[in-house]
């Protein structure tokens, strides 16, 4: 565990050589991962249903010549790399920039390597996806040693809260991999590409109220958007739905994770129909309605597909969950994220 927690400090050190922040890519990140997500799911789950083989002698020899060629190139690049600062101002433009070039390096990996494990004769898996992780975790540390202006207080958190689950379901999605495991693949995945547009609207807000912008709510829309704000954030959203898709049946904490969430859900729902919402975002409530509506219902099926011992339907019931996680996300930041 510690080889692979310094392996991924020397990978992190070694990239802020080579990937300094890119900002003109991070506006066509969302297209290009929604043009991805399709793909690479059909072609794991076509790859399942033929055969699973172990991997061949020569992919094998392949894997460890990569791996200790990465070794090298880590040392060489740490070597000829300066130090990096850390962190330390908790200015608004100073945090701003820690938040900027954190995701510019996730955004450059991205257009690098935005096709993989998308099939088990991805011989470069593992490898990239410890690339992800090491970038991520760098963020999780930056954030860590940076503490948030006021302004920013409620974004860290969220922001933080997002690339821990994110780590933890594609620490999944790895070992998924490596089980051959294409549910538990599709699974994860799921996770990892609702956390993915999580992620890009709290970078972009953060971004947006560094560079001067401003919501401009009137006293009604402030005060609803604090409602939202609070409940919201209150689902723990992104850390309860990554901690329900990696269940198996034989987790015994999975159905009260279910039930928790759902209570959480209902509540939220429960605020926004008491509480007349103001016309900035009056078309946007009964979307989101629906959609805590629709996941309350996923959350019920679950916990009935653990009761009755069905692992096909918690799988189908995971992979909603992660749908209606990302729906949510996206009429919630309507509201969160007023520009």
Not at 39 to 55: C, D, H, K, Y
Not at 152 to 181: K, M, P
Not at 270 to 299: H, I, K, N, Y
Request: net charge neutral.
């Amino acid at each position: 565990m510690d080889s692979d927690r310094q392996l991924r400090a020397e990978v992190v050190r070694a990239l802020e050589a080579v990937a300094p922040p890119a900002p003109w890519l991070a506006a066509s990140i969302s297209a290009a991962l929604r043009e991805r997500r399709p793909r690479r799911r059909s072609r794991i789950v076509a790859a399942a249903r033929r055969p699973v083989r172990g991997l061949s002698t020569a992919l094998a020899v392949a894997l460890v010549l990569l791996i200790a060629a990465a070794a090298v190139g880590v040392f060489v690049l740490r070597s000829a790399a300066p130090s990096v600062p850390a962190h330390r101002t908790s200015t608004v433009a100073g945090y701003t920039a820690m938040v900027k070039t954190d995701y510019a390096r996730l955004v450059a990996l991205r257009q690098e390597h935005g096709d993989f494990c998308r099939s088990f004769d991805d011989g470069g898996c593992p490898a990239t996806i410890g690339l992800y992780l090491a970038l991520r975790q760098q963020w999780v540390e930056d954030l860590d040693r940076t503490p948030p202006p006021p302004q920013f207080a409620a974004l860290h958190v969220r922001l933080r809260a997002i690339l821990v689950a994110g780590n933890s379901d594609f620490d999944q999605e790895l070992a998924a991999f490596n089980a051959r495991d294409a549910n538990g693949v599709g699974m994860a995945y799921s996770g990892v590409s609702a956390e993915a547009d999580a992620l890009d609207r709290v970078e972009a807000y953060v971004v947006f109220l560094g560079n001067g912008g401003s919501a401009k709510l009137d006293p009604a829309s402030a005060r609803y958007s604090a409602l939202v704000a609070r409940d919201y954030d209150n689902l723990h959203l992104a850390t309860s739905s990554s901690s329900l898709i990696s269940c198996k049946l034989a987790d015994a904490a999975c159905p009260t994770k279910a039930t928790t969430l759902g209570h959480a859900i209902r509540a939220f729902r429960a605020d926004l129909q008491a509480a007349a919402p103001p016309s900035r975002f009056a078309s946007r409530v009964p979307t989101l309605l629906v959609d805590l509506d629709a996941e309350a219902g996923v959350l019920d099926d679950l916990s009935a597909a653990y009761a009755a011992g069905d692992q096909n339907l918690v799988w189908l019931n995971q992979e909603n969950m992660a749908i209606y996680e990302t729906q949510i996300n996206l009429v919630s930041g309507y509201i969160l994220y007023p520009v």
